[in-house]
């Protein structure tokens, strides 16, 4: 391209490296792919500007590659430090003529102005993963306020935050919730995040889990992934929870149940996925066997306590392996934090295979497009998506695996929405 659009990348010369990652993710992306040729004929968000604060992934970025087709003018930052891939943004930049602020470990302040670079845009939509752009326009652009229309979060915790803002009153404009669609939280969260977090665990320590006790703390879709695929490779697996309902499931599909306070004596493996802080702290380091890996899937780095660590140990080995570091306590014992206790499966793997996000995108996509049309009869709440989308995404997914399935005949359909007849 002649000239390219504002930006702050690593290298620009990873172009061609992530233009050949971003085709190889297309390949197993092809609800996105159809919802794409479609806008590229129809192009819904002509003149309409998005800004996006997300994981700076090849699978983002069909995503955006998605929206652009569809005309519209988007700015990008990424949602993790740690997640971005310097060739992809580099090809989003270069290649696609996208505007992209994202360089893989930057500091907070970094962090912070790049989401700022990319709201400079002035959008009419924003895309989040954990509400930080949001939250951002809400502290510190509210100056943007009056011509954000709407926007869609990714992930639970940002959801979980959104509404919070809804509920005091705080939240100025739509959003819907995205992680909410049953493609999302029942593929993306419960198929992706089992996988690849434990994908990430085994490439940076290399561990061999069967054998191994895994303690996931927190019950939820995330959870439930990480125990099953944990299980599934011969783990021995602890759920701790503070949800009672939750708990009964996870006891109810074979696996120990208890306080942290036990688990964190008997676990080799530790993953915690609550989207709550300190959930591994220092009384839990303090009881911990020689060895133990710590590591965290929930959006933010909050969950395992770093900074307790940190003060506890008398040494820190910094990346004895892949992202992984050694805290060595006094009493001789070692303890080893996996990505920073940041993100695990994107700080420390490639997060979500490309099949899953396929459809977490493709929900994004089609939100998107919905959004534009109906914004401005939505009050400034948390949203949920058309169930027709949901369905719809659900419906082409299936499609490109060959799979066909029943429907209703019409007697069926007479008796399902009548309430006249009886046994």
């Known amino acids: 391209m002649s000239e390219l659009p504002q930006h702050d990348v690593k290298d620009k010369a990873l172009s061609t490296q992530g233009v050949r990652r971003i085709e190889w993710a297309e390949r197993n992306m092809p609800v996105l792919r159809q919802v794409r040729e479609r806008f590229a004929k129809e192009k819904p968000f002509e003149g309409v500007r998005f800004a996006a604060c997300m994981h700076m992934t090849t699978e983002t970025a069909v995503l955006l590659r998605t ?70 326009v809400h502290t510190a652009r509210t100056e943007l306020l009056g011509s954000i229309k709407g926007g869609c979060e990714e992930t639970t915790t940002g959801v979980v935050r959104l509404r919070q803002m809804a509920d005091s009153g705080a939240l100025k404009f739509p959003m819907v919730a995205v992680n909410d669609t049953d493609t999302k939280h029942m593929f993306d969260n419960r198929y992706g995040t089992g996988q690849s977090s434990l994908d990430a665990i085994m490439r940076a320590t290399n561990l061999l889990f069967a054998g191994q006790t895994v303690v996931v703390a927190g019950f939820g879709y995330c959870g439930q992934g990480v125990a099953q695929r944990a299980a599934g490779l011969g783990a021995h697996v602890v759920v701790t929870e503070v949800d ?31 989207s709550n802080r300190g959930v591994l702290r220092q009384e839990h380091f303090e009881v911990m066997k020689d060895g133990a890996i710590l590591s965290n899937a929930g959006h933010f780095d909050v969950e395992v306590d770093v900074a307790a660590l940190e003060a506890m140990a008398v040494e820190k080995r910094s990346r004895i392996r892949h992202q992984t570091d050694e805290y060595v306590l006094a009493d001789g014992r ?21 099949s899953v996000m396929d459809m977490s995108f493709a929900d994004q996509a089609l939100t998107a497009e919905w959004l534009t049309a109906q914004h401005a009869s939505l009050a400034p709440q948390v949203h949920e998506v058309p169930t027709e989308i949901d369905k719809s995404v659900a419906r082409l997914k299936l499609d490109s695996m060959g799979v066909t399935i029943d429907s209703f005949t019409d007697d069926q359909n007479e008796y399902m929405n009548s309430w006249e007849y009886g046994s």
């Open 334 to 354: 070692s303890l080893l934090l996996v990505a920073e206790g940041r993100l695990v499966n994107l700080g420390a793997a490639e997060g979500h295979p490309a």
């Open 244 to 274: 009672p309902t939750k708990a009964l499931d996870a006891l109810m599909q074979g696996y120990r149940v208890m306080p942290m306070a036990e688990a964190a004596r008997v676990g080799d493996v530790f993953v915690t996925v609550t």
């Open 67 to 136: 929206l652009k087709a569809g005309g519209a003018e988007i700015a990008a930052c990424a949602s993790n430090p740690l997640s971005t891939q310097d060739d992809t943004v580099a090809a989003l930049v270069v290649e696609y003529g996208i505007s992209v602020f994202a360089v893989n470990g930057i500091d907070r302040d970094g962090y912070y102005r790049h989401i700022n670079s990319a709201l400079d845009i002035d959008p009419d939509f924003v895309f989040d993963d954990g509400c930080d752009l949001v939250n951002t």
